[in-house]
Nanobody, 124 residues
Framework: QVQLVESGGGSVQAGGSLRLSCAASGYSPSAGCMGWFRQAPGKEREGVAALYIGSGGISYDDSVVGRFTISRDKMKNTLYLQMNNLKPEDAATYYC?????????????????WGQGTQVTVSS
């Protein structure tokens, strides 16, 4: 049974930083994707960053390029999202997700497993 548990959300001022963590259990593939998604109130969930397990490839949404960094500690089976220079428009509930799919990993429809979400608030 796959379980994903996020942590690290909180409240920061614009320009600040947060690091989200996602501890995975029951999921340790040689190939697949893990990603971060976010959903703001009244908006659809959107892909923020994805990591292609195996190849090490990474994809980012244009809105976070240069500010967010996705990484994974294979030994700890934990996914991270380092968020720097946060903006008020980054405020949302952030979700960790995992899939055995190998393509289009910024699309939420590719994912089978989801965490419960962690809240990020950014004040201006």
């Amino acid at each position: 049974q796959v379980q994903l548990v996020e942590s690290g959300g909180g409240s920061v001022q614009a320009g600040g930083s947060l690091r989200l963590s996602c501890a995975a259990s029951g999921y340790s593939p040689s190939a697949g994707c893990m990603g971060w998604f976010r959903q703001a109130p009244g908006k659809e969930r959107e892909g923020v960053a994805a990591l292609y397990i195996g190849s090490g490839g990474i994809s980012y949404d244009d809105s976070v390029v240069g500010r967010f960094t996705i990484s994974r500690d294979k030994m700890k089976n934990t996914l991270y999202l380092q968020m720097n220079n946060l903006k008020p428009e980054d405020a949302a509930t952030y979700y960790c997700a995992a899939t055995y799919s190998l393509t289009y990993c910024l699309r939420e429809t590719r994912y089978n497993y989801w965490g419960q979400g962690t809240q990020v608030t950014v004040s201006s």
